[in-house]
Nanobody
């Protein structure tokens, strides 16, 4: 089974940047659809960004468009979420996920089989 491990979270001031990494093991990521999700205390989990199994264009939540970028490096079996101009409302636990059959649409479905354990991002001055 594919295993995913996130890293890169932490405390950052508003306007700052972080890059989250999601390292995969067990299988090559090459043909997996991937996604990033987050959950703030007291709120439902929401999709942040995704790329489908068809390796098409990424989708982003409206709240992060223009600030976050999803990418992947298949040679490292890792995918990333570059987060710029962070805001306090970005504070949440961030999770990566992957699935061999994942359709990435504008609503960034969380119907993926494999999930990481999460990494905390806190944006505060």
């Amino acid at each position: 089974q594919l295993q995913l491990v996130e890293s890169g979270g932490g405390l950052v001031q508003p306007g700052g940047s972080l890059r989250l990494s999601c390292a995969a093991s067990g299988y090559p990521l090459d043909y997996y659809g991937i996604g990033w999700f987050r959950q703030a205390p007291g709120k439902e989990r929401e999709g942040v960004s995704c790329i489908g199994s068809d390796l098409g264009s990424p989708n982003y939540a409206d709240s992060v468009k223009g600030r976050f970028t999803i990418s992947r490096d298949n040679s490292k079996n890792t995918f990333y979420l570059q987060m710029n101009n962070l805001k306090p409302e970005d504070t949440a636990a961030y999770y990566c996920a992957a699935d061999l059959e994942y359709y990435c649409t504008g609503d960034i479905s969380d119907f993926l089989e494999n999930w990481g354990q999460g990494t905390q991002v806190t944006v505060s001055s």
